[in-house]
């Protein structure tokens, strides 16, 4: 098991940044690729970034590109995701996750543990 508890959430204003930790506990984290997805109500989870194991590779979704940066430090079991030029549209909880997959996989079914989110509000 992995337990995986997001932070950093909260609201901001559209043109502004935030920084999205992911911290884990449990099995040793370096072996699971590291998702960030996002949700809104009503709507499916929707892929924001991934990164490999070494943190050596990431992807993004197209419209996160330029804006978002994922990073991990295996060291401290943490992943982030820096977000900058925010807009209302990126408003949703955002949710960190784990997989064992083999790569760098944009769909959710490949992640096998997820943290319980944390709300992202950008206002306009």
């Known amino acids: 098991q992995v337990q995986l508890v997001e932070s950093g959430g909260g609201l901001v204003q559209a043109g502004g940044s935030l920084r999205l930790s992911c911290a884990a506990s449990?099995?040793?984290?370096?072996?699971?690729?590291m998702g960030w997805f996002r949700q809104v109500p009503g709507k499916e989870r929707e892929f924001v970034a991934a990164i490999s194991r070494s943190g050596g590779s990431t992807v993004y979704a197209d419209s996160m590109k330029g804006r978002f940066t994922i990073s991990r430090d295996n060291a401290k079991n943490a992943v982030y995701l820096q977000m900058n030029s925010l807009k209302p549209e990126d408003t949703a909880v955002y949710y960190c996750?784990?997989?064992?997959?083999?790569?760098?996989?944009?769909?959710?079914?490949?992640?096998?543990?997820w943290g319980q989110g944390t709300q992202v509000t950008v206002s306009s």
């Open positions: 996750a784990a997989g064992l997959t083999p790569y760098k996989s944009r769909n959710s079914a490949e992640y096998d543990y």
């Open positions: 449990g099995r040793t984290f370096s072996p699971y690729v």
